[in-house]
């Protein structure tokens, strides 16, 4: 064993010289994604070079460099580039090794069971909301078309409103900008003002509702993952048929999913005392329920 560590190491000896230049690209093209993925989701070469301080030839090359590994995607209408969907399916498998996967896993199985319904778990992701776990129900014929991976549209799904409701301004802007507001059925909310309403509900409320919005015949309820300091760390969501999403079975999904949403935040550490589940304070078919959480 030692000698073969001893010949691992050898070749670092004789690197040649110009190996440090290839760290300085390599080191370069990562300050353009982190740059993209912290600050403009979508920009072009003079915009890159001036805020990173890089030569426009540079940027155009390392640009095309990660075209080619489909980290970096070009906007034929704009010309400006934007990060390329390889970076979330490379981002989604790091993360499923991670805290936030393993300690949802077993809350998502018990409220698959308790709901008889199919369950999920979603996170913010750079210009979107992703679905990062699924657990399909055996008691719907109802195909619920957000795989593993994918992106839910953030503006119609539960668990999309549930992670957009606390996000900052910012956040929302951008996220908008990236996935405009595209009617899927005639219950989509499609104006600006009517969403912001519908968020600023979400935050008073402590969950947020699908009614058909998506799919018509789904319906959803999804409870944000709270840290801490009110930002949202994930959220949680069932759905299934509108039928069964109305008034008692509507109460206790919404009941359940607050509770598993709770529940995984105080797993991970992330909230300073035990948050109490939701109060109704009207009948279930005004769905006008409100958390013991401070506002």
Known sequence: MPARAT?????AVGRPKNDSGSSKSLQKAMRILVYMGEQSPEAGVTQLASELGLTKGTV????????RFELIEKNSESERYRLGLKLYQLGNRAVESRTLRSE?????????????????????????VTCLDRLESSH?????????????PPH???????ILAYMTEGEINEVIKRNPLRPYTQFTITQLSDLR?????IRQRGYS????????GLSGVAA?????????????????????FRGKELVQKVSLVTEIAARLAMALGRLEEHQAGPAIVNSPETYTFKTSQKE
């Open 7 to 11: 010949l691992l190491r050898r070749p």
């Open 60 to 67: 155009h090359r390392l640009l095309n460099a990660m075209e």
């Open 104 to 128: 949802a896993r077993r809350l998502l199985l018990e409220m698959s069971r308790r709901s008889r319904e199919s369950v999920s778990l979603a996170v913010p992701t750079p210009g979107g």
């Open 140 to 152: 719907t014929i109802i195909n619920i078309c957000t795989p593993v991976g994918s992106m839910f």
């Open 156 to 162: 119609c799904t539960a668990a999309g409103k549930a």
């Open 197 to 201: 309403e519908n968020l600023r509900l």
């Open 209 to 216: 509702v699908d009614h058909q919005e998506l799919e018509r």
């Open 224 to 244: 944000p993952v709270l840290s801490a300091h009110e930002r949202v760390i994930a959220a949680v969501g069932i759905a299934g048929p509108t039928l069964r």
